[in-house]
């Protein structure tokens, strides 16, 4: 019963702090002293703080990498890269289903970038930029850049969270490909079904606006194809296997140099701009409200709300909440799929209690390593259940650390683009579908054999 109400204690704290504008690091702060509470004699105190410090710490890569996000999208708009793909996409894209060529854009960057996080600050940028020129509404374009960008979590062999699956799993890469793709590709059908249908309204533009909008961009900066340099930089370094801090960092510092050598700003100011974010000045109303980041420091609450999930998450698994909630539901599974689908199922739980897709992939698969064997389940399985549940569907959450770092991008929540990020709701949903077929074709085989 205690650990029901620590439970609802968290869902209370952080559906308060959002429904009034509190940070979310406060909500977290009461939620692991509502939990404490709950929790007493399950744990001591000293020994706790210590180790939510040491979680804390532990990745602290995660912070550098968020405040390379901020820097990097104040880099590549103070060297003119976000504007010169605006322009080129904007001639592009001209009478073209904007919507669909989002998601298509973004997933296969987001592939080979290996990062749904930084798909989005950097090319989700431009086309939302373009996406504003053309009169669509912004929530519904960014909801299909999530969906397209997390596609690099579910499946991409570059992606952190992909390869930590593998290795919980015990599963390599080219062995899952095929068994991965039973349930993406009808997911990605379905979700470019829905994007061409959406975006059919926004097809159209006025060509003379789209010449206006160009023309504004060249006087107020230097439009140059040689600037794709740096996004296709970016995307090499991503697939040569660079670490995440790596490929951004020379993606920031290469925005640097743009900005110095070839828009013309002084160093000092670019810096600034890194740092505190950058506005542009076109004297168009609608350039200036797009072309624009809050750098380094607006991504310091996100960090600081990051510190508290990562804390929270760490003492739902010292307190031993997760496997005194979930472990019974393990032991409830009958076959192979079954045991899939309860995975899944508190997989997603998980990635929405812990605020973090960690706890979501790790704990299930630590107790499926456990059983699979028993019930013969391929880890191919195991890898895809996981990556269609847990890992895929963190955006949708507003209190989630993807969603609250996408806001501390673009300015657009997650309440506002969740209904746009099909892929995200439709993954689960094709994978579950699946397993539960699949679990009652078992059992009625198993009853005819007997």
């Given at each position: 019963m205690k650990d029901i109400f620590a439970v609802a204690g968290i869902v209370a704290c952080i559906a308060v702090s959002l429904?009034?504008?509190v940070s979310l690091a406060i909500g977290f702060i009461a939620a692991i002293l509502l939990c404490a509470f709950f929790q007493t004699g399950n744990f001591s105190v000293k020994p706790a703080l210590q180790s939510m410090w040491?979680?804390?710490?532990e990745v602290k890569m995660l912070y550098v990498i968020i405040l390379l996000i901020g820097a990097s999208v104040s880099s590549w708009l103070a060297g003119g890269v976000v504007q010169t793909i605006m322009v080129y996409g904007l001639r592009a894209m001209l009478g073209k289903n904007v919507?669909?060529?989002?998601?298509?854009?973004?997933?296969?960057?987001?592939?080979?970038?290996?990062?749904?996080?930084?798909?989005?600050?950097?090319?989700?940028?431009?086309?939302?930029?373009?996406?504003?020129?053309?009169?669509?509404?912004?929530?519904?374009?960014?909801?299909?850049?999530?969906?397209?960008?997390?596609?690099?979590?579910k499946i991409s062999p570059l992606s952190g969270l992909m390869n930590l699956t593998l290795a919980g799993a015990g599963a390599k890469y080219r062995d899952v490909v095929k068994t991965m793709c039973v349930t993406f590709i009808p997911t990605l059908v379905i979700s470019g079904l829905f994007y061409q249908f959406v975006g059919m309204r926004f097809v159209s533009a006025d060509a003379g606006q789209v010449m206006a909008i160009d023309q504004a961009m060249r006087e107020a900066f230097v439009i140059h194809p040689g600037l794709f340099l740096l996004?296709?930089?970016?995307?090499?370094?991503?697939?040569?296997?660079?670490?995440?801090?790596?490929?951004?960092?020379?993606?920031?510092l290469t925005g640097v140099a743009f900005s110095v050598i070839i828009q013309g700003n002084g160093l000092v100011e670019t810096l600034r701009a890194i740092l505190f974010g950058f506005q542009a000045h076109t004297g168009d109303g609608l350039l200036d409200g797009i072309l624009k980041s809050g750098g380094m420091v607006g991504m310091v609450e996100v960090i600081l709300i990051v510190m508290c999930a990562v804390a929270l998450s760490d003492f739902l698994e010292l307190s031993g909440m997760n496997a005194r909630i979930f472990g019974k539901y393990f032991d409830r599974a009958k076959n192979g799929n079954q045991l899939l689908v309860v995975s899944g199922a508190i997989s997603i739980v998980l990635t929405a209690l812990t605020c973090d897709q960690t706890a979501g992939i790790v704990l299930p698969l630590k107790i499926l390593r456990k059983r699979a064997g028993s019930f013969g389940i391929d880890p191919a399985m195991v890898v895809?259940?996981?990556?269609?549940?847990?890992?895929?569907?963190?955006?949708?959450?507003?209190?989630?650390?993807?969603?609250?770092?996408?806001?501390?991008?673009?300015?657009?929540?997650?309440?506002?683009y969740a209904p746009y990020a099909v892929l995200c709701i439709v993954a689960p949903l094709v994978s579950m579908t699946h397993l539960f077929v699949m679990s009652k074709f078992h059992l009625k085989n198993t009853k005819n054999a007997a």
């Open positions: 429904m009034t504008g040491k979680a804390v710490a919507v669909l060529m989002t998601f298509a854009i973004t997933a296969a960057a987001g592939y080979f970038m290996g990062t749904a996080i930084g798909t989005i600050s950097t090319f989700g940028i431009a086309i939302l930029g373009i996406g504003a020129a053309f009169g669509i509404p912004l929530p519904i374009l960014l909801g299909a850049a999530v969906s397209g960008a997390f596609v690099s979590d996004p296709v930089t970016v995307v090499v370094l991503a697939l040569s296997g660079k670490p995440s801090i790596f490929s951004i960092g020379t993606g920031v895809r259940t996981i990556s269609d549940t847990g890992t895929i569907v963190a955006p949708l959450m507003p209190w989630n650390i993807n969603a609250l770092i996408i806001i501390g991008i673009t300015g657009i929540g997650a309440m506002e």
